[in-house]
């Protein structure tokens, strides 16, 4: 089942968060949380903060387990929104943890002009570290 992570409701919104995506709602399947399909708004026929309702004859599949999505109502992604940090540049919660291999080698060479030496996580939209 596919729940609603964020929308993109502009083309000035994609390009102040150096998005490629055109306007798009970003959902992801529950199987796997890295199975992010982004859906253009034209397939919707809702679109709020909190859910968005698919247009009568829209048919999402996973392309992770091949699952089919067949309600029309996605809701928000509750777990993601209330354990997961998002990214306070794009308020995406497509984001990773910078993993500890990367600061000590950005240290060694850079030392404290390190770019990851205070930040723990890199938005994997904008590219925003924090």
Not at 70 to 78: A, C, F, G, S, V
Request: charged share 20%.
């Amino acid at each position: 089942m596919y729940e609603m992570i964020y929308c993109i409701k502009s083309n000035e919104e994609a390009k102040a968060i150096a998005c490629d995506l055109y306007p798009c709602v970003e959902l992801r399947c529950s199987c796997d949380r890295s199975a992010i399909a982004y859906i253009p708004l034209d397939k919707f026929e809702a679109i709020t903060d909190t859910y968005c309702v698919l247009k009568d004859g829209v048919t999402l599949t996973c392309p992770k387990c091949g699952a089919v999505h067949t309600n029309k109502y996605i809701p928000l992604e509750t777990k993601i929104q209330s354990s997961w940090t998002k990214c306070p540049s794009c308020g995406s919660f497509n984001i990773e943890k910078i993993p500890l291999i990367s600061k000590a080698v950005s240290f060694a060479v850079l030392d404290v002009l390190s770019p990851y030496l205070a930040k723990k996580y890199h938005c994997k939209n904008c590219g925003c570290k924090f």
